[in-house]
């Protein structure tokens, strides 16, 4: 390390001076790498662990790495999914004063999985879609905030998941523009193209490896995105007309938007000069609206689709207490204490890392739907959790942090005491488990 090393950070990690950086990143040495599954990237770029976290480090141009962290800072400060920037790391030389180029450090996003690492355990078909289905409302919400991409892919993202679904997050904003003014349908067509090429290319390429399950059509599966990208931009932005006697279509426009997880920040309202026709044009500025109640009323800070799972079973329990005219923030503090924290609570310190809380308690409930209608009757919560844990949870792999070898191949099948292969999926009960702590 020499004088010449520049570190260009909001909050400088001291921890961030005693990586190797006057050693090229292909030749770091293992102590200081952490293993996880990556997608691909022009870049090289390995993961790291900086003051107890994992960071993603990537050599590039000094001008593109700050270009890049730039671009992560103002994404994150208009509220769009996106990795958080660390630092850039500028004046790199090796041991005899040859220059290394630059590196940018993002923070690794906890229980996120890039696309190829989803595939590893050849999911079902339409997981291709679920994925395509989350790209596509990032590439609204970011079209909707100005940024042209440039670079749409699903080798550029991040998934979570988020209630059934997947939530998707952008890791790659090195060829990104912001434009103040809004995007042009020539842009945001070219984005969308761009997608639709890229997306088919990598289903094929997973396909030519043997990595995904049959039955798979790549061109349709990247046609998805076009036809998802389009209903939601419609949704969104197209002006509607219709009879001055019916005003009840302005609620119904606005509760449509905030069921697609939107808030609208103000409404264009024309009507003709003898009155007979109304025409609304809604000014979106922001999503996650189940996202903002879940936080007003608990404090939790989860997915879009898990805030609205779990605000549904808020709304349930304060039906099932008979407390409807009673105050919500009251009902939804008891709900907390009552309902999710004791899940939470409950599930064995060696299996929190394999799901995030509000996706465990999201699949509990999924759990004991299933076992419900098995049985044709009601099942205790606690029953539900006990048998989600034995017979699903326990048998994941951890997704807060996925550490395994610098390979493509992650896990082996379980194999349960019967000989067969473990299926995740499969809503058998097994020995149930006593969570005496569950209200």
Known sequence: MTDALSITASSVDPGLLTLPWSTPLAEWPSSAIVFLPKGISRHLVRFANLSGRVVAVKETTAEMARREYEMLGNLSRLDVPCVERVAVIAGRKNAEGVPLPAALVTAHLKFSLPYRALFTQMLRPDTATRLVDALAVLLVRLHNVGFFWGDVSLSNTLFRRDAGAFAAYLVDAETGELHESGLTRGQREHDLDVARTNIAGEI?????????????????????????????WAALTDRESFAADETWRITERVQRLNALGFDIGEMSIQTTPDGAVVSIQPKVVDAGHHQRRLIRLTGLD??????????NDLDEFRARISRLGADEEMVAHEWLTRVFEPVVKAIPYDLRAKLEPAEVFHQVLEH???????RGSSVPLAEALSSYVATVLRHRRDEATIMGPPTDTFALPVITASGSPFDPDDDDAADEVDWRDLV
């Open 204 to 232: 094929m390429d997973l396909e030519a490896g043997g990595r995904v399950e049959g039955g798979i059509d790549a061109i349709a599966v990247a046609d998805g995105i076009v036809s998802s990208y389009r209903s939601l």
């Open 302 to 311: 989860v997915e879009e689709n898990q805030a609205r799972r779990l605000l």
């Open 368 to 374: 004991r739907w299933y076992m419900s209608q098995e």
